[in-house]
């Protein structure tokens, strides 16, 4: 039986300058770059938990909320919120600084990743359950249950 892992085992911390490699022609940094870090990021997580080769399997509810510009230092903030079978839930916030002003860190975007984890031969294998510790972590894991149960819903029925 596979022990039970904390979230703040799997919680990871990853930050970035922007620079002009990571925008369009007016400043303004485009959407899948800043995606792809939180994609690495909630992997990290993911990956930290189980120990295991883990593929992105769903993003729900990509929101960005606050514009990011070259200059602009942003940092991924992720951590497990639920945990099934074989499958991790990965609640990823993207905090956005402007390091010219003395202006308070913003959120700038935030969504929930799905990873599974896989075994050699590439399927999906059981991961460690998570272990809740406070009234928060609770509240993320039944919101992350039911997002699960929620999409196991709507996905097809095999033949």
């Known amino acids: 039986m596979l022990k039970s892992k904390s979230v ?29 870090l939180m994609d690495t990021a909630a992997g990290v997580a993911a990956l930290r938990h189980c ?32 945990v099934g ?6 609640t990823v916030t993207v905090m956005v600084e402007d390091l010219f002003s003395e202006e308070p860190t913003k959120i700038a975007l935030t969504a929930f990743f799905t990873l599974v984890s896989l075994n050699k031969e590439g399927r999906p294998q059981p991961v460690p359950a998570l272990e809740i510790t406070t009234p928060e972590e609770q509240e ?17 029925k095999a033949p």
């Open 85 to 90: 079978r074989s499958s991790m839930e990965s």
């Open 51 to 82: 120990r295991t080769n883990v593929v992105t399997a769903r993003v729900d509810e990509l929101e960005f909320h606050y514009p990011v510009k070259v200059g602009n230092l942003i940092t991924c903030h992720a951590r497990l919120s639920f």
């Open 140 to 156: 993320l894991f039944e919101q992350g249950r039911q997002r699960y149960l929620s999409y196991k819903q709507r996905q097809p």
């Open 8 to 36: 703040l085992q799997s919680t990871v911390t990853m930050s970035l300058m922007m620079l002009p490699e990571h925008a369009n022609p007016s400043g303004n940094v485009h959407g899948g770059e800043i995606m792809k």
